[in-house]
């Protein structure tokens, strides 16, 4: 995921509650990444505080993952074997957590990044991570 260093967040916002979306840009806007953040267990953190988390208040939430708007990524980190994720901005740090194990049914996605592409990868669930073509439906898995 070292292709995402030094790309800008932008449009972050709120959809169907607590799922977190934003993009990765480039400096001239050339290409776009998207991520998805679908897990229930994330949180925005500042250098020293916890800045919000997806069980705070919608109109709280909202607000504050503008934080990301405008920041650019220095790294991306996913813990083995959990698969615990760290976006690392300037500035500030966004952190998803699986809140289940379970990979079968019953099991859901963390988070998803698109690549320009249509290239997409699929974080979870549980320990488990795949990559598929966009409109395709193949997918190839970890």
Sequence with gaps: MSALSGLTAQGAQLRDGDSLLFSLLDEA?????????????????SESDVVVG???????????????DGK???????????LD????????????FP???RSGPGGWQQWSLRSPAGRIVDIGP???????????????SS
């Design 29 to 45: 806007r050339a290409y776009r990444w998207n991520v998805r953040v679908y897990s229930i267990a994330w949180r925005i953190e």
């Design 54 to 68: 997806a069980g705070d208040d919608g109109d709280v939430l909202r607000r504050a993952v503008a934080i990301v």
């Design 85 to 96: 994720t760290t976006f690392a901005f300037d500035g500030c740090r966004l952190r998803v």
């Design 126 to 140: 549980g320990a488990s991570w795949s990559w598929r073509e966009s409109g395709t439906g193949g997918a190839h």
């Design 99 to 101: 809140v289940t194990a």
């Design 72 to 82: 650019v990524l220095r790294a991306v980190q996913v813990e083995a074997p959990s």
